[in-house]
């Protein structure tokens, strides 16, 4: 198995290095990272079209770019490479992607961008809180089980895992639970300053709290010491609004 390994923290981060001696481990798998060359967290499902992209090769499996997680994925899986890749594995991010974090997430992006190869593509992020050292072997150890169960036992293609672990050392983790995607509250008011030149700054502000974030969801399985794994898919439509939809349409004016 040919697995692609990007992230959106950057190539030098703990938890992708972590994540790159968990999957080299397993006997049947060979392992290429392709990531970006510095802290791209939040970049979504961007590609770089406005300028060229250089690839520096680091070691013989490691490489890097001045790009966008997307960028990097894409070009791995399109061409850069001769080798067709089986999956990707994206992570092990520094901080949680619960709910709609998804939207907005590098790691969950460098997964979707490689849901064409031929198995699900996985993004792991580990619920860090500011707490050091966090656990990435943690995560890492979990991605690599995640990873031995698709040899053992396939599942669809074009699935994405999204996969949060709690920040905890493996062996206080309470298990794995199936999770669908709960939501967050509007996030917190952005942030004002001043740079050294008295002119006005801004910061996005944190994300908000769970808002449904109940029995079922992502946040709750983490919350509960559990590993949670929610299966993503693209399709965005909202089916049930197409019918009223349609309606509306038809008395639209001239
Ligand atoms: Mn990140």
């Known amino acids: 198995m040919k697995i692609l390994i990007s992230n959106d923290d950057g ?14 481990e397993i006997p049947e798998v060979t392992v290429t990272v392709m990531a970006p060359e510095r802290n791209r967290s939040g970049a979504s499902n961007s590609l770089t079209l406005d300028v060229p992209l250089r690839v520096v090769q680091l070691e013989p499996n490691i490489y890097f770019v001045a790009g966008t997680p997307t960028d990097c994925v894409h070009l791995a ?4 490479f001769d ?10 991010n520094d901080g949680a992607n619960l709910g709609d974090d998804v939207l907005y997430s590098g790691t969950v992006a460098a ?14 992020s580990l619920c860090t809180q500011g707490v050091k050292p ?3 072997a943690t995560g890492a150890k979990v991605a690599a089980r995640l990873v ?9 293609r074009a699935l994405i895992l999204n996969v949060n672990v709690p920040d905890l050392t493996y062996a206080d983790l309470k298990g794995f639970r199936t999770t669908r995607l709960g939501f967050r509250h509007r996030s917190e008011p952005i942030l004002r300053a ?14 908000g709290r769970g808002q449904d974030a109940g029995p079922g969801t992502d946040f709750d399985a983490v919350a509960e010491g559990f590993v949670s794994v929610t299966p993503l898919q693209i399709d965005l439509t909202r089916h049930a609004a197409l019918p009223a939809l349609n309606s509306w349409l038809a008395g639209i004016d001239d």
């Open 11 to 24: 190539y030098r981060s703990d938890g992708i290095r972590c994540l790159t001696s968990a999957l080299a």
């Open 77 to 80: 899986i399109s061409g850069f």
């Open 83 to 92: 080798d067709e890749y089986d999956i990707v594995v994206s992570g092990v």
């Open 111 to 124: 997964a979707i961008e490689g849901r064409f190869l031929g198995l699900p593509a996985i993004a792991v």
């Open 134 to 136: 966090a656990h990435f």
């Open 148 to 156: 031995r169960q698709l040899l053992k036992s396939s599942l669809d």
């Open 194 to 207: 001043h740079d050294p030149r008295g002119r006005p700054v801004y910061w996005v502000g944190p994300a």
